[in-house]
């Protein structure tokens, strides 16, 4: 396999993070200080209010004219994900389409939001942002491309994944979760496994922000309803307030399904029968016969009905579990490349 690229390296503007009227005219998204169009993406100052001001050509390497696409590798409801290569560097990147015309202005506000997130997100476990563009009434996101896939399609291959390998996964989404709660104030929302993305360097990331948001209070709490229901805590699902503890029964959950192959609650015909199994019933647990003490502890400090019982990402990363494979030396690369199937790239 060829050594992987270095990455495009791009210069971004600071900002700050105003919401004002969406408009979208003369070629432009614009959401408050948030501008977009076929040139690339700017953060205008406070200063630039009314008319959308021009945005020229970045000094970048990036355009939509120098990607080639070369498939299709996800599919949604108003948009697509594309594998795209840059003519001159070779790179690969995802390109996430989102088509605006037909959606709501709520939806649109989310993906302004998405994108200023991505502005100032930088960890090494979250997916990079490269680019956006703004061009014929659809959002292009360049992303960081994850040749493995997503933690959802490592799983229709390999069933189940092993204590060992898993306990290494779980560190990497931890950090990516540590720097969203602790670092950038940021509850998540919709963490489950088609959103944690892994390659062949063994690298695992947290990826799509679009029901993502910044927390602008001190406690850290929001009482907005969105999110993938299936894995939303009982607070969540239940409508009430939620904090980034949320976000850590979410993990809780991923990583059980990951241990069993099997989502842990059971299948559900309609949404209230799902919110009575979630709220009204005992939490999941991993079974003690098939798992170590450590493994089950783990879980358990993850998938409590209160979030005031959950354990904080900073005190999972100093859990039993995650240090009592450190003397295996875990490759994950190895095992992404070897157990899953073949790299998307070639596929």
């Known amino acids: 396999m060829a050594t992987p690229r270095k990455p495009i390296k791009l210069t971004l503007p600071s900002h700050e993070s105003t919401i004002g009227k969406f408009l979208t005219h003369s070629g432009t ?3 408050g200080d948030l501008l977009v169009n076929k040139y690339g993406l700017r953060i205008v100052s406070q200063g630039e209010g009314g008319e959308a001001p021009p945005i020229e050509p ?3 390497q990036l355009s939509l004219d120098d990607l080639d696409v070369i498939k299709v590798i996800g599919k949604g409801s108003s948009g697509h994900v594309q594998l795209v290569r840059h003519k001159f560097t070779g790179q690969f990147f995802a ?3 989102i088509q605006l015309n037909n959606i709501e202005e709520s939806i649109r506000r989310q993906i302004a939001k998405e994108l200023k997130i991505s502005l100032s997100t930088q960890c090494q476990y979250i997916v990079v942002f490269y680019q956006c563009f703004y061009f014929n009434g659809a959002i292009s996101i360049v992303l960081e491309y994850m040749d493995g896939g997503s933690l959802s399609d490592f799983l229709k291959t390999v069933k189940t994944i092993p204590e060992d390998y898993l306990a290494a996964i779980c560190k990497q989404i931890l950090k990516g979760l540590m720097y969203l709660h602790h670092e950038r104030h940021i509850i998540h929302r919709d963490l489950k496994p088609s959103n944690i993305l892994i390659n062949h360097r063994g690298e695992v990331k947290i990826s799509d922000f679009g029901v993502s948001a910044i927390i602008s209070s001190s406690s850290g709490q929001r009482d907005t309803f969105i999110g993938t229901k299936n894995y939303m805590a009982p607070e969540r ?3 009430k307030k939620h904090g980034y503890m949320s976000d ?3 993990l809780g959950l991923v990583i059980l399904e990951c241990a069993t192959g ?3 609650f059971p299948p559900c015909d309609s949404f209230y029968e799902l919110l009575a199994a979630i709220v009204d019933q005992q939490p999941p647990s991993a079974p003690a016969d098939q798992f170590s003490p450590e493994f089950c502890s783990f879980i358990s400090a993850c998938i409590q009905k209160d979030a005031k019982d959950r354990s904080s990402a900073q005190a999972l990363l100093n859990h039993p ?5 450190d003397d295996l030396h875990i490759d994950l ?4 490349t070897t157990a899953g199937s073949p790299l998307a790239t070639f596929k």
């Open 29 to 31: 998204f614009r959401d």
């Open 58 to 60: 970045l000094d970048s």
């Open 95 to 97: 390109l996430k389409v």
């Open 237 to 239: 699902i239940n409508g």
């Open 248 to 250: 850590i029964w979410s």
């Open 262 to 264: 099997i989502f842990p």
């Open 321 to 325: 579990y995650l240090s009592m494979y």
């Open 333 to 336: 690369a190895s095992y992404f």
